[in-house]
């Protein structure tokens, strides 16, 4: 398949966490396609999960993936910072540098939500087009694979609430730390139906006419 995104360019890092996330990622899933390579195999994996064992699996093993491979980071961070003012800024900064491997490039942005849920220290944080949502043309892997179980992830682990809004017209993703996001069913960020160019929506016979994860 072509590359999921010719703009990004990993670097040698990047590649070494891609092959510890796609590795830790088929031992929870027992999903294994070792003749695509890198991140496009990634993704056909994921596409293969979903297909077979739905979205929820999908929330499952992407959950686990980052429990396993956090170690006990989170429980320490939980126990030590996760109630100071600077923590949703010192996360976002952490993840500017360690997840381009996954998501592509970031850039670290201004809180302006103005809610009381909102950090007024920072926090924010924009995947300028992500990589999970270019690669895959899933609605459901990037719900489901990404955004609920990374949310999940930092308000049970971590103990810092975020709140990710995809923006699938641009492939841009607003990340803030520090601010509870939205039940899944209410996020006006999630479109209804299938993405029209989801390889999921071909094999499954969804025309996109119903609200549900693809």
């Known amino acids: ?32 396609l070792p003749a695509i390579g890198g991140f496009d195999g990634m993704m056909a994996e994921l596409h293969e999960l979903r297909q077979k064992k739905g979205t929820d699996e ?26 100071a003012e600077w923590s949703p800024a010192l996360l976002a900064w952490f993840a500017k540098h360690l997840l381009p491997f996954l998501v592509g490039d970031m850039a670290l942005t201004a809180d302006d939500t103005n809610d009381d849920n909102s950090s007024s220290r920072g926090g924010g944080l924009l995947v300028e087009r992500c990589r ?23 308000a049970e ?8 809004e995809p923006n699938f017209e641009t492939g841009a993703c607003q990340l803030r730390f520090g601010v509870v996001p939205v039940e899944l069913g209410d996020d006006l960020t ?15 016979g969804d025309d996109g006419s119903d609200a549900e994860l693809c």
């Open 58 to 83: 999908l929330e499952r093993v992407s959950l686990q993936t980052m429990t396993a491979l956090a170690g006990p980071v989170p429980f320490v961070y939980r126990g030590l910072f996760a109630k």
């Open 190 to 204: 999630i479109p209804p139906g299938c993405l029209g160019r989801c390889p999921g929506a071909a094999m499954d």
């Open 157 to 164: 682990r971590w103990g810092v609430p975020l709140s990710m």
């Open 1 to 32: 398949p072509p590359p999921s995104d010719p703009l990004f360019v990993p670097s040698p890092i990047d590649n070494v966490l891609l092959s510890a996330f796609r590795w830790t990622l088929q031992r929870q899933s027992g999903v294994v």
């Open 132 to 154: 999970v949502l270019e690669g895959s043309k899933c609605k459901g892997i990037c719900a489901k694979m990404c955004k609920v179980p990374t949310e999940r992830f930092f």
